[in-house]
């Protein structure tokens, strides 16, 4: 792989980083590089089939917004690669692929890398179909989604303050949030009852870098499903505790892995991926995985 296309988000995370000092660092690692900006123009409609692979320097609502593009293209000449310099707030992608460190480090590694297949969820029952790459979730996520539009949280330039706040807010929403009941059903069994939170995991963390889900694999072909009850609603606010304490704990609560799913339940807030979505009514949900519809570089 020698030639590239960058698609950069020059707002992501502290926005620091220049196209000129992208395509530079990117040029000097021996790589061919064309420049789009996912802000300023419409980035979908330039030449992808003269390049080898697609860089995507931003966070996680830049691989969202390029993958919303790839898998709405009914023909693609070819399956492009994504390399991926991460350069958003949380970072859960790129949490989950390992890819951390000096971006000079990663951008060197693509010489000699291999390619991660990365499963993508697909959702039916909602206003309009759609599809997730970390998670989907009802209940205490989508709340916490809602309370930091509300507040104007966003305005938080420094990404660590963002998410220490974060976790702040969502330790007290954890200890005031209603249980709602879900008829949910994970493959041929029913797990139905009342929750404080369901989770379909597709990959490790959600949210402010919250370790849902730590051995999931976004390339194995099943989803993984967290259940908060009543029972574990102390457990969870003392696991968050020490995440703003700065303690890295591990996420001790029972998973359970699907790859279908049918749920119904009685709330109204619901999150696919980092957006938040108010239903009108309750909705029956469908999901299903479909494997391997990406494809990410990971440096060696």
């Known amino acids: 792989m020698k030639k590239a296309m960058l698609l950069h988000n020059p707002d992501a995370g502290e926005g620091e980083t ?101 499963d993508v969820g697909t959702i039916e029952g909602l206003e309009k179909d759609t599809f997730f790459l970390e998670s989907f979730g009802y209940g205490l996520f989508p709340k916490l989604m809602k309370e930091m539009e509300d507040k104007d949280y966003d305005s938080i330039e420094d990404p660590k303050k963002k998410l220490q706040v974060a976790l702040e807010v969502l330790k007290d929403l954890i200890l005031e949030v209603p249980l709602k009941r879900c008829d949910l059903r994970l493959d041929d069994t029913d797990y139905s009852g009342e929750f404080l939170l369901i989770e379909v995991m597709n990959i490790r963390s959600i949210g402010p870098n919250l370790g849902l889900a730590p051995e999931a694999d976004p390339g194995d072909g099943e989803f993984d499903v967290v259940l908060i009850t009543e029972k574990q609603r102390k457990h969870l606010a003392g696991y968050v505790q020490k995440k703003i304490e700065g303690v890295d704990v591990p996420f001790d609560f029972p998973l359970l892995k699907a790859k279908r799913l049918k749920m119904r339940w009685d709330g109204r807030h619901v999150h696919v991926d980092d957006e938040y979505y108010k239903l009108k009514n309750p909705a029956s949900i469908r999901i299903e995985i479909r494997e391997g519809l990406l494809d990410f570089v990971i440096p060696r």
């Open 18 to 118: 220049s196209r000129k000092e992208l395509t530079q660092q990117i040029e000097s690692g021996g790589f061919e590089c064309s420049y789009s900006s996912t802000k300023q123009f419409r980035w979908e409609k330039t030449e992808t089939d003269k390049v080898d692979f697609l860089i995507l320097a931003g966070g996680d609502g830049t691989v969202r917004k390029v993958a919303s593009e790839l898998l709405s293209r009914k023909v693609l000449d070819k399956k492009l690669p994504l390399g991926l310099l991460p350069f958003g707030t949380a970072n859960n992608i790129a949490r989950t692929l390992g890819l951390h460190g000096p971006i000079d480090k990663l951008i060197k590694g693509w010489h000699n890398a291999s390619v991660k297949r990365f």
